[in-house]
């Protein structure tokens, strides 16, 4: 089972990335989909999630209206297109795919990806 994320870098104020994180090794399409980050010395936090059927979308208050999570079944991929991006939202980013099955909790996560928004 393996989440590998990409897409990060340094952005300026008000650029855009989009972050990938492609899923080996379980069926992408049963799990909770979902970025989260952290920022140094703060603690991680939920940026946006995507249900199991890809339909219903969740996001954190500090990013709604500028970010966006999707997601490629055929690629086993998950998107979080970031625009606006503004300083705060410099953070190592980090791809979770969750789900519960007959009481066992399978949660995976990413290796994090660095996004630094500086002028």
């Known amino acids: 089972v393996q989440l590998v994320e990409s897409g990060g870098g340094l952005v300026q104020p008000g650029g855009t990335l989009r972050l990938s994180c492609t899923a080996s090794g379980f069926t992408f399409s049963s799990y909770v989909l979902s970025w989260y980050r952290q920022a140094p010395g703060k603690e991680r936090e939920l940026v946006a999630a995507l249900d199991r059927g890809g339909g219903s979308t969740n996001y954190g208050d500090s990013v709604k209206g500028r970010f966006s999570i999707s997601r490629d079944t055929a690629k086993n991929t998950v998107y979080l297109q970031m625009n606006s991006l503004k300083p705060e939202d410099t953070a190592v980013y980090y791809c979770?795919?969750?789900?519960?099955?007959?009481?066992?909790?399978?949660?995976?996560w990413g290796q994090g990806t660095k996004v630094t928004v500086s002028s």
């Open positions: 979770n795919a969750f789900r519960f099955r007959f009481g066992t909790k399978y949660d995976y």
